[in-house]
């Protein structure tokens, strides 16, 4: 400000002066003329801290977070390594006064340069939304709802978060007006009056009812139905297990008196409530919205719910009735599937790795294309049966998803085009009669699923990948029947299966019907099924999921396995990615640098006989769904102990003798093929019951080994095994 300012009596130095008493500067020394070049290690360093890919890292992960928040503020001014996960480039001067220092390993902060506002730190993710709200480029925040699997509702749930965070710095966004009338909400379409069908006036692709099922979102959301709640108060492990018998039970003696529990009554116990209470529940304007579309019906002076209402997975999901028992049920069309524990099973199940497009065949309700809506910037939904088109685009409204559209056709005939992903849940049941188009496969049961393996590789991209939900017919030879089925060329092929039904077994859930059913009916449709069973020529069914990735490499060599699990109740999707990474790894030319650990979920239990000392054990999990229970040799334990306490590489390990059976512990999921070793364990793992650890055990190694104790693995088939019951329809 033109001021000079000296001390008295020192006198003024000009430059040359001030350069005598400086000493000089260290200047940056380059490595050794031999050393080798490090920029092969910045980059991985860059890898690990800005796009969390840490394998191969030489860095543990505390010198990770070191180096962090040491380095990480210079990202910006990289040359070689100028990309930045999530975000199109890095700019940390956000404005004038408010600038970005940097930490994806911890916190980062964001500074007001005159100290007006106190410094705020926020985790990378929360960074990430900050700067692309902040630039408003819709693509970024497309590509960042679905790295993070959100809805548009929950993306823009954590929009007006970034920009109250934002308001706080005065950092304007990159929007204009024009911008933000652009995205506004259509308007609701007309509707006057009371529709005949069920969702009639979606028929229309361009009928809109979004305002209103916006406040329908958010009354169900502000009194927390969600199946976690509604299973507690009922007191069920999942929406999908309550059952007809206690409706009345679960009404009068478990239910108290308040919102949420009337949205149980009204949308999952058949329960009709006075108008009065209905407009208390949804305001008047929303209870005429609800009447108009059919969703609520009249029962004497009360109102009832003509449709269930599921909690699936953070998305609401309206199907018929689960049970349909009352004379109002009664409808002239295809009904719409509810969501049984397979639909819910392929929505734990089927990897959600981020693509472009997916198609949904036999989309009913629409819960796999709206759940796959998460992961994919494009989903095509298809059914024959229009009254489900009508009841998915009602759902997709409610949910506030527009990137889904649904098509009405068969199959492939209504598409055109190539997909990432294809999913489907076609009628599987092996059945003696077509009563259902949603349930009924066919005498055998396969007659869609054929369709839809054989139709799929003109449908594939290059490296595309099938997931179906279905029951399993004759499970050892399905092998044989891929191979006739898909026309994809090479692919990695995996069956999940849980438990073979002989005859009587598959039969009685189809045949016997909870209430109003005579001996002699019962007799007679359980003769249908076992006489379709029987003339059909099955030997068993299973109940699992078909998983086929496309292999677009040449030269590379198809593979086929089958393995047990828990049909899910919650997400097992990353284990199944996990399966076809390992795949990879397998028929990588370096597996041998890739080395052997114990799948960090597994435990072992240990028993012995008290009378002859024999000595049982078991691998197990707490869990996890993915994996069963596998009893296994003594000797397959002591190996199993040593690679958990070695992690050996794998060129060491695996020899011709025992080639076969790592491979297949690696594709079971309990040995992982890694990159880096973890944290060495210098002791063999314990049982879950110290007590109970078997006699002998040491390294394999030492000690003879009786003759009984052999490299064994055995795999027990599980209890869950879900079915589309008929006697639900009756």
Known sequence: ENFWISKRYVPVLNYAEHLTKVA????????????????????????????????????????????????????????????????????????????????????????????KIKPTTYDWPEIQLLLTVLRNQERELEDLRQAWQLTPRELQVKIIWAQQQLDRYQLKLQISEIQIESKAMPKDSELTKVAERTFAPFADENFSARTALRQLYDCLHSWEYTDAKISELLGVTSQQHIEPTRIHYYDRYLLPQNPLSNLIRLFHLRVALPETDLQDLFTPKLFTALVNLGLLIPRGEHWSSRVDLFD???????????????????????????????????????????????????????????????????????????????????????????????????????????????????????????????????????????????????????????????????????????????????????ILHTADRDDILFSVPHSHAPFGQTICEYRDELDRWLGNFHGAGLTAVNFGYILIKRLSKFNQQGTYYTRTIHNPHQLIEAEVRQYFRQRDRLAHPQVGKCYLALHPDLRFRCEIDPHTGEQQVELFTVDNLYFTTYPIGQQLYLRLQEIFSTQPQSSAYINSANRDLIYDLVCKGILLLKFTQNNIIDHPIMSLDSSMTPRNIGSSRSAELAEHNELSIAELQTKTTPTCLSSYLS
């Open 24 to 115: 000089d500067s260290s200047l940056p020394q380059g490595l050794p003329a031999n050393a080798p070049a490090v920029t092969e290690l910045m980059a991985r360093l860059d890898q690990a801290l800005f796009h969390n890919k840490t394998a191969n890292c030489p860095w543990s992960l505390a010198e990770l977070q070191k180096l962090s928040a040491a380095g990480a503020v210079y990202k910006e001014t990289s040359c070689l390594f100028p990309h930045t996960r999530g975000l199109r480039n890095l700019q940390t001067q956000l404005s004038p006064s408010v600038v970005l220092l940097p930490d994806p390993l911890g916190k980062s902060a964001l500074i007001e340069l005159q100290g």
């Open 312 to 494: 699936a997975a953070g998305l609401y999901i309206a199907t018929d009735h689960r049970y349909m028992l009352l004379p109002e049920d009664k409808i002239n069309e295809d009904p719409v599937m509810y969501l049984g524990m397979d639909s819910m099973g392929l929505v734990y199940t089927a990897p959600r790795n981020n693509v472009d497009c997916i198609l949904d065949l036999c989309t009913g309700s629409g819960i796999q294309a709206l759940t796959a809506s998460r992961y994919a910037h494009q989903v095509v939904g298809v059914d024959i049966n229009l009254r489900a088109l009508r009841f998915a685009r009602f759902n997709a409204q409610l949910n506030s998803i527009e990137h889904v559209k649904f098509r009405s056709g068969n199959l492939y005939q209504a598409i055109s085009g190539k997909f990432d992903i294809i999913l489907a849940n076609p009628p599987f049941v092996p059945s003696p009669s077509q009563d259902y188009r949603f349930r009924d496969g066919g005498a055998n049961g396969e007659e869609i699923l054929a369709q839809i393996i054989r139709g799929s590789a003109e449908h594939l991209t290059a490296d595309g990948r099938l997931f179906i939900v279905t029951d399993l017919v004759d499970l050892p030879k399905y092998q044989n029947k891929l191979a006739q089925w898909w026309q994809g060329g090479a692919a990695d092929q995996l």
